[in-house]
T-cell receptor
Framework: AQSVTQPDIHITVSEGASLELRCNYS??????LFWYVQSPGQGLQLLLK??????LVQGIKGFEAEFKRSQSSFNLRKPSVHWSDAAEYFC????????????FGTGTRLKVLA | GAGVSQSPSNKVTEKGKDVELRCDPI?????LYWYRQSLGQGLEFLIY????????KSGLPSDRFSAERTGGSVSTLTIQRTQQEDSAVYLC????????????FGPGTRLTVT
């Protein structure tokens, strides 16, 4: 069955420190891959997406993610975290054919220490 | 331009009552999605529409849940005979089409069943 795993439920980092949020997926082929962010009381906003091509993708707010086919991973990174990055982050996969049913991970809640 | 809107933003209902949740997608977006987000959980796919058609209803939790979309625009998610386990945030998203498109999310409707 298709699935998305975000192993870290909570992560705490200090402001200015680097960040990596993990995402692993299980899918029959390479799916489309997304990272979304949800700030408290807000809807989800797309940070970045991977469809094909260059495995390192750049997104908004200084985020990037690297697709690693061999590891079925799509980890999100940021070199220097800002206090405003505190939010919940969701990894999602979408099929490349058939039913267009997006699958989301359970999310990683990021806390940033001043 | 206007984003995805959802109404009501909050709904408190008694167990056994029916509720209707409304989603107004971005104008021109042909695809519309409903998700459920329970406390501490990821996003659970419920149903998607392409135009007024719902090709995949497999995510609806039970036959108490139904959804429709009219005129390729507004969608309504109806929950009949609500149960306490239906308490969650219901999110709607729209996109320009299916497959590989970013989903634009509304702020959600928080449903509390007492």
């Amino acid at each position: 069955a298709q699935s998305v795993t975000q192993p870290d439920i909570h992560i705490t980092v200090s402001e200015g420190a680097s960040l990596e949020l993990r995402c692993n997926y299980s899918y029959g082929a390479t799916p489309y891959l997304f990272w979304y962010v949800q700030s408290p009381g807000q809807g989800l906003q797309l940070l970045l997406k991977y469809f094909s091509g260059d495995t390192l993708v750049q997104g908004i707010k200084g985020f990037e993610a690297e697709f690693k086919r061999s590891q079925s991973s799509f980890n999100l990174r940021k070199p220097s975290v800002h206090w405003s990055d505190a939010a919940e982050y969701f990894c999602a996969v979408a099929p490349t054919s058939g039913t267009y049913k997006y699958i989301f991970g359970t999310g990683t809640r990021l806390k940033v220490l001043a | 331009g206007a984003g995805v809107s959802q109404s009501p933003s909050n709904k408190v209902t008694e167990k056994g009552k029916d509720v209707e949740l409304r989603c107004d997608p971005i104008s021109g977006h042909t695809a519309l999605y409903w998700y459920r987000q329970s406390l501490g959980q990821g996003l659970e796919f419920l149903i998607y529409f392409q135009g007024n058609s719902a090709p995949d209803k497999s995510g609806l939790p039970s036959d108490r849940f139904s959804a429709e979309r009219t005129g390729g625009s507004v969608s309504t998610l109806t929950i009949q005979r609500t149960q306490q386990e239906d308490s969650a945030v219901y999110l709607c998203a729209s996109s320009p089409g299916l497959q590989a498109y970013e989903q634009y999310f509304g702020p959600g409707t928080r449903l509390t069943v007492t």
